[in-house]
């Protein structure tokens, strides 16, 4: 079975704090993985996608993911983190002609 | 370019009826996926079409449909309405297996 889990459903932090969003997966082959952003009172917008290859993946705005296959993980990150990243980030895979989300998790950047 | 455009933005139903939402896809783009968002959730898959094929279908009772025209537009149909069925409704494109691109969805709302 396919399955995402985001293990951090709020996070707040300070603007320029560093973010690390965690995201683990379940299945069995080989894996597509996005991160997708949704701002508030906008759609769902893709941040960066891993296809094959490097494991570290750049995405807009700073993003970056790094997927570690024997951990089961594709973890989002940003350095510096600013007020416009408030948002709730998914976290899915791609298997069998569809996307698995994760439930997601809210960020919340304080000026 | 226009994006996944999607119709009507919100729409109140009440129990027991019958609903269509439509959905045109980005110029080009002949893949169209279903989702529904239950507040606090990730998007979950519910159909996807190619070519005017089902694709991919997801854990959805039969109250759920949907079809493709050849202009690639698509509507998803949910009969018999249930307080459950209150969810975001996303529609999404994509072509040569790039990622999907959303739409801002459709909120139903069950009465």
């Known amino acids: 079975a396919q399955s995402v889990s985001q293990h951090n459903h709020h996070v707040i932090l300070s603007e320029a704090a560093s973010l690390e969003l965690g995201c683990n997966y379940s299945y069995g082959g080989t894996v597509n993985l996005f991160w997708y952003v949704q701002y508030p009172g906008q759609h769902l917008q893709l941040l960066l996608k891993?296809?094959?290859?490097?494991?570290l993946v750049k995405g807009i705005k700073g993003f970056e993911a790094e997927f570690i296959k024997s951990k089961f993980s594709f973890n989002l990150r940003k350095p510096s983190v600013q007020w416009s990243d408030t948002a709730e980030y998914f976290c899915?895979?791609?298997?069998?002609?569809?996307?698995?989300f994760g439930t997601g998790t809210r960020l919340l950047v304080s000026p | 370019d226009a994006g996944v455009t999607q119709s009507p933005t919100h729409l109140i139903k009440t129990r027991g009826q019958q609903v269509t939402l439509r959905c045109s896809p980005i110029?080009?783009?002949?893949?169209v996926s279903w989702y529904q968002q239950v507040l606090g959730q990730g998007p979950q898959f519910i159909f996807q079409?190619?070519?005017?094929?089902?694709?991919g279908r997801g854990n959805f009772p039969d109250r759920f449909s949907a079809r493709q025209f050849p202009n690639y537009s698509s509507e998803l149909n949910v009969n018999a309405l249930l307080l459950g069925d209150s969810a975001l409704y996303l529609c999404a494109s994509s072509e040569g297996g790039q990622p999907q691109h959303f739409g801002d969805g459709t909120r139903l709302s069950i009465l």
């Open positions: 899915a895979l791609e298997g069998f002609q569809k996307l698995v």
């Open positions: 110029s080009g783009h002949k893949s």
């Open positions: 891993y296809f094959s290859g490097d494991p």
């Open positions: 079409y190619y070519e005017k094929e089902e694709r």
